[in-house]
T-cell receptor, first 111, second 113 residues
């Protein structure tokens, strides 16, 4: 079983739509949670951290459910520029600060 | 600031050849990492370093060696390349303060024939 599982997609949505991605993680000791964004043939970049109380950054909302070991990302009012692969990332507090990545969910926003 | 840079951007090797990938960062970060990314899989950690002169194995270290002689540089070596090492290699760095944000280089696309 993968440590971090995501639906690979692709999710094809029209501009202006709301879209949600989910992610599950297997290690209940995971401490920190993130969403990274990766454009085609580019490096991953941090989109946002995910906090237990849920958090928003503009059109993006992230939620964490520790009991179900589940993370979500909601994108409202999708833009063409949101087209990318969204990587769910978790980490254990091991001191090495290494990240464990999901394989990503691809989003294609269409005009 | 250039951030994290990687050299080369592309390389084609024959089976059995060796090469070194260079990663450099100008952010004075303590931690540096090498990942590989294959289709349908997440990034997987090869080796990492928590400071100058230190290295440690990650999730998939076999067939690779690393060195961190200077704080700003982290080298990844392939002594005898195999087709299974065809991948995109990303270097990343982060601080030793609170938070886990990692800054990635642009990647090296390696093909082993």
């Amino acid at each position: 079983r993968k440590e971090v599982e995501q639906d690979p997609g692709p999710f094809n949505v029209p501009e202006g739509a709301t879209v949600a991605f989910n992610c599950t993680y297997s290690n209940s000791a995971s401490q920190s949670f993130f969403w990274y964004r990766q454009d085609c043939r580019k490096e991953p970049k941090l989109l946002m951290s995910v906090y237990s109380s849920g958090n928003e950054d503009g059109r993006f909302t992230a939620q964490l459910n520790r009991a179900s070991q589940y993370i979500s990302l909601l994108i409202r009012d999708s833009k063409l520029s949101d087209s990318a692969t969204y990587l769910c990332v978790v980490t254990l507090d091991t001191g090495r600060r290494a990240l464990t990545f999901g394989s990503g969910t691809r989003l294609q926003v269409q005009p | 600031n250039a951030g994290v840079t990687q050299t080369p951007k592309f390389r084609v090797l024959k089976t059995g050849q060796s090469m070194t990938l260079l990663c450099a960062q100008d952010m004075n970060h303590e931690y540096m990492y090498w990942y590989r990314q294959d289709p349908g899989m997440g990034l997987r950690l090869i080796h990492y370093s928590v400071g100058e002169g230190t290295t440690a194995k990650g999730e998939v270290p076999d067939g690779y060696n690393v060195s961190r002689l200077k704080k700003q540089n982290f080298l990844l070596g392939l002594e005898s390349a195999a087709p299974s090492q065809t991948s995109v290699y990303f270097c990343a760095s982060s601080t030793n303060r609170d938070g886990y944000e990692q800054y990635f280089g642009p990647g090296t696309r390696l093909t082993v024939t």
